[in-house]
């Protein structure tokens, strides 16, 4: 049993070996809302800008403030370093002129990526949206020819009423026009495994690319995963128990789950993975280095 197992490991390994060079990376970001989370943001921008990520992504919540921020960033990245930066719009809180106007002014400043998403509704909120991801998408694409990114569900969305439903609302997104799809993070690996199968299976055949959170910090991402449906499994709560007051141990285990999957990741065919650094770029990093990723060196 022990030499099977050394032998997969082995198969895995050697697969990141053939691959390398061939993976694409993205990242994800938030705006800063103090002057030294944006010193942090920046820093982990420029540590991890040299590995020419496909692109880079930033989130913003749904008030026009929050929105204003996300274009700053969005048009400062672009100009500071090059990089296709892609900024999330969504639908909450918003009429189809005012997100017209929103993408012919992206569009203008030379942004030509969207990652379009509906939005997380206000608390307590019991309202029917006027208007969905779907909506969004077809709504991009009559302004401009935009590279449109939309979010997926392996563990199924919360407020979906069940799998199908979901995988179906999937599909009318790329059917409106979706370049691709990045899904939520998760921890099953076979999950997003079957989920993809079930994906091709009724004709979305946009790439699905895995979400990967490299996780520091469990006490957050327990609140995080209540909120999006995500299983933590039992073996992680373990392999965290202890180490609330050991940042430098919670990094190590982090960066070790978080490679160990995309090493499987790859080796079923996974050629683009999409970090969600929450602005910190070490682990992502040494990830990208694992899999081949690294900074071009001039010879």
Known sequence: MAFANAQYLDAINRNLQDVEGKVNVSFEFFPPK???????????????????????????????????????????????????????LTCVDAAKKDLIAIAKDYWQSGIRHIVALRGDLPPGSQEKPDLYAADLVEILRSVADF??????????????PNAQFDLLNLKRKVDAGASRAITQFFFDIEKFLRYRDRCAAIGIDVDIIPGILPVTNFQQLQKFAGLTNVAVPQWMHKAYAGLENDATTRNLVGANIAMEMVKVLSREGVDHFHFYTLNRSELSYAICHLLGVRPQVST
Not at 147 to 160: G, K, L, N, R
């Open 147 to 160: 590279d449109i990114s939309v979010a997926a569900y392996p563990e199924v969305h919360p407020e979906a």
């Open 34 to 88: 103090t002057a030294q989370m944006e010193q942090t943001l920046w820093q982990s921008i420029e540590r991890l800008a040299p590995l020419a990520p496909s692109f880079v992504s930033v989130t913003y919540g749904a008030n026009s403030g929050e929105r204003d921020r996300t274009h700053d960033i969005i048009k400062s990245i672009k100009q500071r370093t090059g990089l296709i930066a892609a900024p999330h």
